[in-house]
């Protein structure tokens, strides 16, 4: 649930206003997808009393992108939040390596070939899925149908917002390149060098 205001911009550069309610409504309809997508679950009512050391709670906020194609609304979870402790999830974990080539490796890639493509993976993070041993740091709070409680739920897949997201998203994207290269070849040396 939402509450404060957000200022969102469209693709026209003006501005609109959403108040409390509005973006509170929108956000918990894409929440609602992720536990619709299987990409989010209700916390099992026996596991909701677990030490604060084994789960963190995550805020989170919807950025609404308007000009988008794939993903109008992203959720995004503030991992950087500080808990009780005054440590955040992100301070416990570790980015990974950058997988991405440099920016002027791409771009003399590019210049050198007739055609140029570039491609946009809809979903990427929510299509790893994270181990059950870290799901319950990864708990959200969302309203329940009807907005008159809370119920406590978690995710199932990567999480956007985390640090260690990115790398995770290509590493496995790569691996998964990897196992079936003698299957697909031509598409496990595009995707390699991604």
Known sequence: MFLEVRLVEDSTKTSSLFNAKESGMITNSALQEYAELGHAEPVPVHELNKPD???????????VKLSSTTTMLRVVFDASAKSTTGISLNDTLLPGPSLYPLLTDVVLAFRSHVIGMSADISKMFREVELHEDDRDLHRFLQATPG???VMD???????FGVT?????????????????????????????NF
């Open 147 to 149: 907005g008159e409680g």
């Open 53 to 63: 050391s084994t789960t963190f709670y995550l805020p989170s906020h919807g950025v």
């Open 164 to 192: 260690s997201s990115p790398f995770l998203a290509t590493q496995v994207l790569r691996q998964v390149a990897k196992d079936y290269e003698k299957q697909y070849p031509r598409a496990a040396k595009i995707v390699s």
């Open 153 to 159: 739920m978690r995710m199932t897949r990567v999480t």
